[in-house]
């Protein structure tokens, strides 16, 4: 299994919009070959950060997936990142 998960340091006051605007692309994720769980959170503490959790079955899965990043729209909204790839044995 292949973990993805860090934070997303996003534009002051745009946290709510950019979670909003992730959606489609959450759904998508969720509904790809050998996607485990994705999920895009606002953080309980600050107010301008989002957590991002994915697991999927193998790393060709997450390829497979990977082309499918954040708009130039949305990436608009992402100042800064701290994101880890994870390769767990069963």
Not at 25 to 46: H, K, N, Y
Not at 50 to 69: C, D, I, K, P
Not at 79 to 90: H, I, L, N
């Amino acid at each position: 299994m292949i973990i993805v998960c860090g934070n997303l340091r996003l534009v002051p006051g745009q946290r709510d919009t950019f979670i909003a605007r992730s959606l489609p692309a959450i759904r998508a994720a969720r509904e790809a070959a050998g996607c485990i769980d994705f999920s895009v959170s606002p953080d309980p503490l600050d107010p301008d950060r989002a957590n991002v959790l994915e697991r999927w079955e193998s790393h060709a899965a997450l390829q497979a997936f990977r082309g499918s990043g954040p708009d130039d729209d949305l990436s608009a909204l992402i100042k800064g990142y701290d994101m880890g790839e994870y390769d767990v044995a069963p």
